[in-house]
């Protein structure tokens, strides 16, 4: 708990007074207190006022379940950025990373409609691990500007809590834009039966694809929370419901000021500074 105190009718109390009415209307749950005070130190007025804002990193290894714990935030009202789709406009048809990538690989990588035949792409670079990293190289900067732009926009709506879902958030070394870290793991018999089942692929290619990311174990070992995904669905949500409150605890100090409100905040005490000491000095 943090606690101000300031005398009544002074002009720099009246600003402490209106930003602190503004921290109690956007805060989640950091209490702050302030006590206002009138000319014989009598005490008058408390305000109590709580915090929240936060980027999730939420990863794991292709089909280890992270769109389904996508799934279970968003149905929480929790926004998600989603890397996939946002690695999808990067493709779409004469942007700028279709360009560039139609450049490197050639139109054989395009159907009829001029669109990118992501199947025959996929085949390429799951089972090249240079022409991958070409790939990645190539729309790594459109990619990562997309998610920037998604971000913006949750953080202009006055989101405080939102999930990054980025698959390749430490191979792309991304963790360090999120704070706490979920990685979604199953074990490796789980993962390829997920992954032949959903995507009606061969066992060579899903292996491909498996092993073009970051080992699981070792995703698992940098996480902030684990969620096993390697049971149910039922197993799964009983996790999620812990996980949940663990995202939506209060926030920092530090993820306070790096939100919209924190913003406000900083730019109306700024003002504030300015007031008080253009009549400081004007004394
Ligand atoms: C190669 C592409 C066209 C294949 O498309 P496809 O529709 O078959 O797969 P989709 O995009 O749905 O990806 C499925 C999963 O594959 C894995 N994956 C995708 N790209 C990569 C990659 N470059 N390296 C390792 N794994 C990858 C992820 O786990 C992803 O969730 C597509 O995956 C792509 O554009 N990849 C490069 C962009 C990228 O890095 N995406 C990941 C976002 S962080
Ligand atoms: N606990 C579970 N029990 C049974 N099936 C599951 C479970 N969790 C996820 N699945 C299924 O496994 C498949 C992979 O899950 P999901 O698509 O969420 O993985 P992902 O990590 O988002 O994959 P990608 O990296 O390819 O985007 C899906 O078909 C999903 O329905």
Known sequence: MITFTCQRHSQAQAVFYLSFLHLRHYFGEVKVSLSLTDRNNNKKQRLNVKARMRLVGLTGGIASGKSTVSNLFKSQGVPVVDADLVARDVLKKDSGGYKKVVAAFGEDILQDNGEVDRA??????????GKRQLLNRLMAPFISSGIFLEILKQWLKGQKVIILDIPLLFEAKMDSWTKPIIVVWVDTETQLQRLLARDKTNEEDARNRINAQMALDIKRSKADIIINNT????????????VLAQVMRPLTWTEFWLSRQGAITALIFTIMAVVVGRNVFRR
Request: aromatic share 10%; no cysteine; proline share 5%.
């Open 120 to 129: 025959k792409l996929g085949q390429i670079v799951f089972s090249d691990p």
């Open 231 to 242: 049971g149910s669905l039922e197993e799964l949500e009983e996790q999620f419901q812990k």
